[in-house]
């Protein structure tokens, strides 16, 4: 322990902080298009469309083609494997048409969850094998950050410590090896929204699982500054019959954060989860008017919240195609004002309303 | 794990973020005058003085009872037990004197270092026997805060990740039980100058070991927001062949806080070690220049640093008192302003030579 051995060089710590900070510059946040082909499968199911390559194929370009306004919203898409390679109708690559935007190319590189024998439907999540082989060509083919998604649940048993451990130790090795690669790792343990806990529970955990995650990021020498870490943010279980504000879900996710991320982190990008485009909006915004100090940028990595009006207007027709792009274009822009507290709600109140509920004694 | 159980409620909570941060308010560190009778020793015999208690009462009440204006640079003053229970020459109860300036009174809470079997001469610290009642009545007699210092060293094969672990988990201990009964804990987590280890390798340690700490700290469910911690600045170790300057040493410093200290502990106040008045001074101010995000104050916590002069000036005879009284102030302005970046010292061609020797890229 006492003694420090080579990890990364002056210019690859300088390469990597400048990468992370471009992704959440001001105003910015990163769409999450890396879909798996079983992901997809779900999305285009519900808007009746075949799983087909070629289907996914148009359907990101619907995505890629938004025209200059998603310069100034967009920091980064996550790409998923297949999509790294496939080109627009004009052939030219999908990663030049971002690249040429000024917005960075990441890429998911985990294989998905498997199963923690002994307990309770628990997970980790599989990749290490070769990881540092894939993030080398993927960094020569045009990536500058990557994405590892674990996974956590509550319940009156979960997350155990098994859990905990286990999948912060795998995100620290997946961290660990990006950055040997010049690639930023996005860190996501994600606690599911599923259940009927409450505020406070999924804060404490979120607090746990948080906190063992830097430890592990310390233990594994992972350069805090050129990672980002990628949340869910601090919600009431799905079925939780408490309902909170956004004003609450803010304070409580603030906090948290407050706790247990460095300031050394460049920035904190939202999954969005099971939230509907406009409360991942709101909440987001929330978020950023918080009047607890926050030492890092804090913005989205949606999927789902920044392409389900875009999906359902395409509904796989090439003539819904400008119109789908244009949705995407909307909520892009929605969410970069989010990022920066100045959304005012779609036609309600709004801002000043919301900041009335905050009740300036809560202690959390 | 996943259930919290009640450390503390709402109103504990309250009262232990607001003690802490009145003692970090702004401009505003410590005066660490618990040195034990062991310790004051030592400090009384470099100026041919006998340690008895009149002695150490005599000095103590010399600093307690100058002008009130004290107040505005010393939010705290951490206590000996002895202390705690002496009287000013005009028969008020020290903690009362030091509380009318509006000064906020802490008290030393551990009992000395022992050694860890197995390590090359590590310890861990002792102290926690009996410590929730000890609390409750140093509570009733007038503290608001505790101190608790804990030792690493570096070396070779030192620190130990058993030295490590035990000492943050100790630390850990001891917090929990202070927030119980209302005092804030000041975490310390010490690791020694000695040595020739460079700026470097202390950076790459105090890393490590605050990690620890904060895990442990996370563990322990302790509320960060009623902590303060007391570490060492970042310095090459005393032997260390090269020179590094204040703003080296701030950048060391600032840069692993940010890595490892969570923004919602409200503030940091730097031991000063074996630093002289001066350079503990020029260290402080610097870290308060550094151009990098710090969310927590940074402050001071300061023995030696404080009293060396008002010690020489003393020297024992009643008399001097005045001369003596006048260096401690002095001392406490000046690290009062350097607690905001605004010491500027006199003799020394401007503030802006010494800043352009900060090289904007450097990356640590």
Not at chain 1, 28 to 40: P, Q, T, W
Not at chain 1, 284 to 292: E, G, K, R
């Amino acid at each position: 322990m006492p003694h420090q051995y080579p990890t990364l060089s002056i210019e690859q710590k300088k390469e990597l902080q400048d990468i992370a900070h471009r992704i959440v510059s001001p105003g910015k946040g990163i769409l999450a298009a890396d879909e798996s082909v079983g992901s997809m499968a779900k999305r285009l199911a519900q808007i009746g469309v075949e799983n087909t390559e070629e289907n996914r194929r148009q359907y990101r370009q619907v995505l890629f083609s938004a025209d200059s306004r998603i310069n100034s919203c967009i920091g980064g898409v996550i790409f998923f494997h297949e999509t790294l390679y496939q080109h627009a109708d004009d052939g030219t690559p999908f990663v030049q048409m971002i690249k040429d935007k000024g917005i960075l190319v990441g890429i998911k590189v985990d294989k998905g969850v498997v199963p923690l024998a002994g307990t309770n439907g628990e997970t980790t999540t599989q990749g290490l094998d070769g990881l540092s082989e894939r993030c080398a060509q993927y960094k020569k083919d045009g990536a500058d950050f990557a994405k590892w998604r674990c996974v956590l649940k509550i319940s009156t048993t979960t997350p155990s410590q098994l859990a905990l451990t286990e999948n912060a130790n795998v995100l620290a090795r997946y961290a660990s090896i990006c950055q040997q690669h010049g690639i930023v790792p996005i860190v996501e343990p994600e606690i599911l929204p599923d259940g009927d806990h409450d505020l406070k529970r999924s804060q404490y955990v979120t607090e746990k699982v948080l906190t063992a995650m830097y430890k592990a990021l310390s233990d594994h020498h992972v350069y805090l500054e050129g990672t980002l870490l990628k949340p869910n943010m601090v919600t009431p279980g799905h079925g939780c019959s408490t309902k909170y504000s956004a004003v609450e879900i803010a304070m409580a996710t603030v906090t948290a954060l407050r706790r247990t991320v460095p300031p050394a982190v460049a920035g904190i990008t939202f999954l969005s989860g099971g939230q509907s485009e406009e409360e991942a909006s709101i909440n987001l915004n929330a978020i950023n008017n918080c009047p607890l100090p926050k030492p890092w940028a804090l913005t989205f990595s949606y999927g789902r919240a920044l392409q389900a009006s875009a999906l359902s207007t395409w509904r796989g027709q090439k003539e819904n195609a400008s119109a789908a792009t244009e949705e995407f274009v909307k909520r892009a822009e929605v969410n970069g004002l989010a990022a920066q507290g100045k959304y005012s709600g779609s036609g309600n109140s709004g801002g000043a309303a919301s900041r009335s509920l905050y009740v300036a004694n809560h202690a959390y | 794990m996943t259930h919290q159980y009640p450390s503390l409620s709402p109103e504990q909570k309250k009262e232990l973020s607001t003690i802490a941060q009145r003692i970090v308010a702004p401009g505003k560190g410590i005066l660490a005058a618990d040195e034990s009778v062991g310790t004051m020793g030592k400090r009384l015999q470099k100026i041919n003085v006998e340690n008895n208690e009149e002695n150490r009462r005599f000095f103590r009440n010399l600093l307690f009872s100058v002008d009130s204006s004290i107040a505005n640079s010393i939010g705290g003053v951490i206590f000996f037990h002895e202390t705690l229970y002496q009287k000013s020459d005009k028969g008020v109860p020290f903690p009362k004197l030091v509380k009318e300036k509006g000064i906020v009174v802490g008290i030393k809470v551990d009992k000395g270092t022992a050694g860890l079997n197995g390590t090359d001469g590590e310890t861990t610290t002792q102290g926690l026997d009996g410590l929730a009642e000890r609390c409750a009545q140093y509570k009733k007699d007038g503290c608001d805060f505790a101190k608790w210092r804990s030792v690493l060293k570096i070396s070779d094969g030192c620190p130990s990740a058993l030295a490590v672990a035990e000492n943050a988990n100790v630390l850990a201990r001891y917090a929990s039980i202070c927030q119980q009964n209302g005092l804030v804990p000041i975490v310390e987590p010490e690791i020694l100058p000695d040595g020739d280890h460079d700026l470097k390798r202390c950076q790459y340690v105090t890393e490590k070991v605050l990690a620890a700490v904060y895990k442990a700290l996370s563990d322990h469910h302790v509320y960060l927001e009623g902590t303060l911690l007391k570490p060492n600045m970042v310095t090459a170790g005393h032997s260390c062949p090269k020179k590094f300057t204040s703003e080296e040493v701030a950048m060391a410093t600032v840069t692993a806080l940010r890595r490892t200290v969570p923004a919602a502990v409200p503030g940091i106040c730097f031991l000063s070690g074996g630093q002289s008045e001066e350079e503990a001074s020029l260290n402080l101010n610097a870290i308060n220049q550094m151009p990098l995000h710090r969310p927590w104050k940074l402050t001071f916590s300061y023995g030696r640093a404080l009293q060396a002069s008002a010690l020489s000036a003393w020297k024992g005879k009643q008399e001097n008192k005045q001369a003596a009284q006048n260096a401690f102030c002095t001392r406490a302005k000046i690290n009062g302003l350097a607690s905001k970046g605004e010491y500027k010292p006199t003799g020394e061609s401007n503030q802006a030579a010494t800043q352009s020797l900060f090289t904007a890229s450097y990356v640590y």
